[in-house]
Structures are given as C-alpha cells and as structure tokens.
C-alpha cells in the first residue's frame, strides 16, 4: 500500500493536543482518502455504499480499531517485530515517536525498521505526521535515512497502546558472565527525594518560562544555587550532568509540578499529590526518564533553542529490553553489550540523529565534575546510561565479573516491573523509628529506613536542608504553613514525628507548632471572593442596612468604603446601582482629571480603583467630593496638590519620575506647569526668583514661568511675557506677587537687595 498525505496548502500544524486520541485523529486527517478506505478495508470487506465521507474517515478509522475484536484481529497478525514496536511504545511514556529514533531503538533490539513501521503504518496502528505541511513523497524507506526524516513523527492509537504488552528481543543476546562480587544496588530514593525538594522550592516560589518554554535567568539560577538539587549524590557510580533540569524535566513529567495553562508559571502541584502517588512515584519517574529526550547522559541537558534530536534517550529502552532477556541470576558485562550494540546498530553512541548542534555544556555546579561532553566511546555511553541514571533511578544494580574485574549488570525488580516484564517490587524494608528531633528544630532523617510514602509525608511540613546517608530537614515557620495549607493539623504533624522518633520529641517543638499554627489562624484566606467599593463610608453603611437579612453570606467589612463578599450570588445586585468593574491585571486606567488652576484634581469614581486613592493621598489633600448635583450623576472626588502635601511625598520617598509617570497614566497627559513649580518650589535647590526695574521677573526656567502663569496664586500678577524666562510684573501687583510667591515657598528679591521702586 502507497502511503501518502494530502499537499493541500494550509498552516503548519498545532502543538499536539493533550489527547492521544485527538493528536491521532489530526494525524490522519492529513491523510489522502484513498489511503484511509485502505486502512478500513484492512479491517474486514465494507460495501462501496457505506464507506464514509472523506471528513468522516479518520473517526471511522479511530472508532473501528477501538472495537475490541477488530484491534484483536489486528493485534493477533502482526509478526514478533511489530509486537515488539508496539511494546516499546508502550512502556516509554513520550509521544509522539520521531520515525528516525524509533528506527534506532527497533534496529537496537534486533528489529529490521523499514517494514516494521511500514506493517503498523498499513493497519492504522500507527499515525504518520510531518512537523510542515507537505506530501510524503517516494517510497517511505528514503524517508527513514538522514534528515530527510528528522520531522516525520509517529501517533499510536491509544486502544493499540492499551492492548500491547512488551516483547523482550528475539534471538542471540549479548554474552553471559560467569562469577561475580561486590554487588551494589541504589536505594531508588535519590530521584524522590530531590523531587521532594525541588517541589518545596517551587510551592515557596513558582518559576516563570518565556514564550519559548525556558526558565528565565534569575529562577534558573535559584535553583542551580540549591545544594539539594544541584550537590552530588552519595550514591553514584558514574556522575549526572545538569542535574537540575533533570529533576525538573521529571517532576514535570509526573505531575508534581505544573505548568498552569495560560500563563507563564510553574507551579507546585498539590500536597494530596503525595497521597495519591508516593507508592507509585519510583515507576512513575522510570516511564518518564525512559520518555526524557532533552536531557542525556553524556552531555546534559539540550541547550536553549537546539534543534538536533539527541540519539542516547532512543538508545535506553533497547538496553534495558536486552538485560531482560537474562533471569534473575545472569549477568551481562557492559563491554560485550556495547559490541553486541555496535553489531545491531554502528554509531548508536552518537550524539545526535538530526539536526546541526554543538555539544552541550555541562552547567556549573550541576555535578558533572568536568565531563567531558563530546561523543562518548561505546562503552562510556553505556556506562553513563546505565551506571549513572539507571543505577540512581534503582532500575539496575551492578557487580564486578571475577577474576577480569570488568563492570557487569543487571535488571533490579523495579527495573522489570518499569519494563512491564514482572510483578511490583517488594517493598522496601522499613524501620518504624528514623526521625531525630533536635531541641533547635532539626530533624535528622536516616534513608535505610525510608519509604517514598514517608518522604512525602514528611516533604509537606518540614523543610528538606541536605541530602546524603543521613538527610536533614527542618522546622520552619514557612514549612509548617505549607503542612496547615496543604489540610494537616499540628496534631497530625506532632503525632507523625512522635510516630518516626527514636526518642521523646522536645518539648519546644511542640509549642513552636501550635504558635506558628496560631498565628496563621489570625489571616482569613479567601480563595475567590468579590470586592465591593462605595464612594463614600456613608454609602457603605446605607448598604449594610439594606442587606436582606436572609442572605446566605453576610458581607464582611475591610475598609471604610469596601465590602468583601465571599459568595457573588448572594449580592442583591438589584438594591444598588453598579458603576464599574474592575480587572486588576490590566494596565491603570485613565480617572483623573486636572482643573484649569493645575493643581487641583478630580477622580472619577465611576472609572476608578482601588490603588489610585491611595496613590493620590501620597502627594495630595482630599478636598471632598464637587457640589452634589454633579455627585448624583458623575461622582468625582476632589483632591489639591499644596507645597505641603508635596514636601511630605517627596520625604516619603515620590520622586519626580514617580509623579511622570502617574500623571501619564491616571490623567493622560504630563505633569501640569504647577506642580512643576511646586516641585520646584519644594527641592533642596529653590532658587530666589529676580526683579528688575522696570519691573521684570527672571525664573530660572520656563517650566517655572508656566507654572507661575497658571498657578492662582500668581497668575493675576504678572504682565506680559517677554520671553521662556521673564515676564513684566505691574508695579501695583508687586506686593501681590511677593505674597503669592511665599504662599508657595518662594521669595522675591532684585539686584541690589532693596524692594523695587517705581522709576521717576
């Protein structure tokens, strides 16, 4: 069957749409109609008269293969290849597949690609797309070659993905070790407990992305600063590089953080997350390292706006798939598994499959201790993938081959279990008593007697400070915040420390509790409520005796002017006349208008809010509102710029940008002339104004002289203007001026420090 998909022009395609289903369904709508009538005549002989529409074949392709029996039909014919394709993407908790890593993986594990995917393609099993629009042209072997694929991606049908299982490879595998010693195997706890810490900092402070999905600078590098994150672990047997976005690219992947939709933000999911996912946190965090494709052993994390996709995560499912070929008792050494690869595979261990990129740089403090980042030899790739995160994550364990001392490993039972190849693991042994508390609130934590569900108990009151043989957390103030918000009681804390301690909890730890609880219970939190605002107190008390006494929520007063209402329906919305609404997280609105004299100023109540009256009260008096004929229809409060009110800004901090800007934003318009001369008026450098005969006043600038003109004070002094800086003052309105001036904070003297006489 010849694959195609329509040219028709269009827009590139959408991100992929949370749904599997959806993302197939846009798949194949993509497709040619003769191509989607041969995937349904694959399901069984259909009569020419109901082969749906053209807009209808991609449903009726989706909606057949989610019959039970058509996908058991389909499931049953598929050769051992195919099963096995099926499984990987089963198990590997990424979609969609790029068709150039799956290739990798399947020729990995012994798999012949090309008429694989061709196989899935045919049944609707799989969904082709490509990242711009276009045709698949020629035969789809020439698309599985170079970067001719490197857009093409591979949507499973999501019923497929439920029926398969996973298919260990077939044929001869690498060779077997013999005698062994000194095994070692991860406690599987690292991963978890820095998911811990790493969820604590974000519910402290969510993180903010750019439009491009990076972490901006300064959130970067809190976390990069963060021994709990960033410090090495003590149990490594080969370093990780960049562990930070690591750990961030799985707890996101889990769901412990969350980017919250339509906004910039990540944050941190709820406590009951611990609750509902502790248990199966460990084979969570495998599926989702096994999906991880900008994060890899050897050289990190990808760097910001890379396009090349990296070759080391399609490497990982096909190794671990061969040490499942082994029982629990063989072993397989890494360097007969790397020539074993290089015979399926040349050139596996390259950086990457597509793309131009250089090779990542290890970030500082991110424990790759100098690294290198070039292309790994064989052996090295494997020992990064399987000696550094698997052996962390607890999914293999590892041992030395006597008497050659070479490195060998094998699968644990979460290993297998992430496989799907075998049942949970045991759980672990747990000790009853691991928690010391100290009298200074320090609780040391001893890991051997850890579970994951008793991380996460822990994690949601008390505060994880270093992690190592023996972890320390501490009480705070914050932490115990974080354990009442997230619903636990200072009982419950208490009772869960004395539940885990070796010995009698201190008796300060307990009163510390209870004061830090005592303190928070002084806040009320309201998670959504309405906030009402009157013009006047008067308003404000006419409403309260206005409201029904039968009403499910009594309002609760906050200021003088404003009622904060926890329930909206219960407002008796047709007792008042509504004026506005405001939207906080839009830009200030224009409510301020400025009277002829440039001094005085009249806010609309009808258009303010609730920042610009205290905005005002910073620089001005409140004069009250205008005569009440204006009041009933328009509401405007008025307020006076003095030189008093504007020295007392200026000593609490109001610069002149400050006032720039307000002006421009609440009036429209610049600073009038004015205030200019009051802030001039009231600056540690006021100059003495100069007269001179006949009677010419001299400023020191002509925002001065404007403001002298318009100001009521002045302006009924002065003549005519002579030029930006002078101005004729009559000589009957000099000692009117004078006056003026110190009314302002301003003095009038001439050349010769004699008051000005009329000339003869």
């Known amino acids: 069957m010849s694959m195609s998909i329509s040219t028709t022009s269009g827009p590139a395609p959408s991100p992929l749409p949370v749904s599997l289903a959806d993302a197939y369904r846009a798949a194949l709508r993509r497709y040619e109609g003769g191509t989607l009538v041969e995937i349904l005549m694959r399901f069984g002989p259909l009569p020419l008269e109901q082969v749906p529409k053209p807009p209808a074949l991609p449903d009726a392709v989706k909606d057949r293969l989610s019959d039970s029996r058509t996908l058991g039909e389909q499931l049953a014919s598929l050769d051992p290849g195919a099963r096995l394709a099926l499984g990987l993407l089963t198990i590997v908790d990424a979609a969609p597949w790029p068709v150039i890593g799956l290739a990798l993986t399947l020729r990995l594990v012994g798999v012949e690609p090309i008429g694989t995917i061709r196989t899935l393609l045919e049944r609707g099993l799989l969904a ?38 996973t298919v260990v490879p077939e044929g001869p595998g690498p060779n077997q070790c013999g005698q062994i010693r000194q095994v070692r195997e991860a406690d599987g706890l690292e991963p978890i407990l820095r998911l811990a810490a790493l969820w604590q900092r974000v519910s402290e402070t969510p993180l903010r992305q750019t439009q491009q999905g990076m972490l901006y600078k300064r959130d970067r590098d809190r976390l990069e600063d963060e021994p709990v994150l960033a410090g090495p672990i003590a ?30 933000r990540i944050e941190a999911a709820p406590a009951e997350f611990w609750s509902d996912n502790a248990f199966h946190l460990p084979q969570m965090i495998a599926a989702r390292w096994l999906g991880l494709r900008d994060w890899h052993e050897t050289g990190g994390a990808r760097d910001d ?10 490497v990982r499912p096909a190794v671990l798939l061969w040490l499942a070929t082994l029982d629990g008792e063989q072993w397989i050494a890494l360097d007969d598994l790397a020539a074993h690869l290089d015979a399926q595979a040349p050139g596996w261990d390259r950086l990457a499959l597509a793309g131009v990129e250089e090779p990542s740089r290890s970030r500082s403090g991110s424990g790759s201790k100098g690294r290198s980042n070039d292309p790994a030899p064989t052996s090295s790739a494997l020992e990064a993938i399987l000696l550094g995160s698997a052996y962390v994550l607890g999914l293999v364990r590892a041992a030395e081959e006597e008497p050659s001392g070479r490195q060998v490993v094998q699968l644990t039972p979460l290993g297998r279990y992430a496989l799907a190849l075998g049942p949970p693991p045991p759980p672990r042994p747990s000790f009853e008593h691991v928690l010391y508390v100290q009298p200074n609130f320090e609780m040391i934590a001893y890991r051997q007697g850890l579970t994951p569900p008793w991380i996460g108990q822990f994690s949601r009151f008390a505060h994880w400070e270093q992690l190592g043989a023996a972890l320390e957390l501490k009480l705070t103030a914050d932490s115990v915040y974080r354990g009442l918000e997230g619903g636990l009681t200072p009982e419950a804390m208490l009772k869960r420390m004395q539940r885990h301690s070796a010995r009698p909890l201190p008796a300060g730890v307990a009163e510390a509790l209870r004061t830090w609880s005592h303190r928070r219970e002084r806040i009320t939190y309201h998670a959504s409520a309405t906030l009402i605002e009157f013009a006047t107190a008067e308003d404000l008390e006419t409403a309260l005796t206005a409201w029904p006494e039968d009403a499910k929520t009594r309002p609760a007063q906050v200021a003088d ?9 219960a407002i008796p919305f047709q007792r008042f006349r509504l004026t506005a609404s405001r939207d906080y997280r839009r830009l200030p609105e224009s409510c301020v208008t400025v009277d002829p004299d440039g001094v005085t100023l009249a806010l609309d109540v009808s258009r303010s809010d609730l920042f610009v009256e205290a905005e005002l009260t910073r620089f001005a008096d409140e004069l009250g509102f205008v005569d009440s004929h204006q009041a009933a229809s328009l509401p405007r409060r008025r307020f006076q710029v003095t030189p008093a009110s504007l020295s007392k800004a200026i000593g609490d901090g109001v610069s002149p940008a400050f006032l720039t800007r307000w002006f421009l934003e609440r009036t429209g318009s610049e600073i009038p002339p004015a205030v200019r001369l009051l802030l001039h008026a009231v600056g540690p450098s006021a100059e003495s104004l100069q007269a001179t005969r006949p009677l010419v006043l001299h400023v020191p600038s002509a925002d001065v002289l404007d403001g ?42 001439d050349g010769s420090n004699s008051p000005p006489r009329r000339p003869s």
């Open 708 to 749: 002298l003109a318009q100001h009521p004070a002045t302006r009924d002094s002065l003549g005519q203007r002579l030029g930006p800086t002078t101005v004729i003052v009559p000589d009957d309105a000099i000692d009117r001026l004078r006056r003026g001036l110190e009314s302002l904070g301003l003095s009038l003297s």
């Open 128 to 165: 082709i797309q490509r990242g711009e629009p276009g045709a698949l042209v020629g035969d789809l072997a020439r698309l599985l070659d170079g970067e001719i694929a490197a857009d093409l991606t591979l949507i499973p049908h999501p019923d497929a993905l439920s029926a398969s299982r």
């Open 561 to 569: 002017r404003l009622l904060l209402v926890e329930d909206e329906s």
């Open 235 to 264: 149990d490594a047997l080969e370093p990780l590089p960049d562990m930070v976005p690591l750990w961030l690219a799985l707890a996101r992947g889990v769901g412990l953080v969350i980017d919250l939709p339509g906004t910039d």
């Open 305 to 314: 706006g890379a396009s090349a996709l990296l070759a080391l995560p399609f």
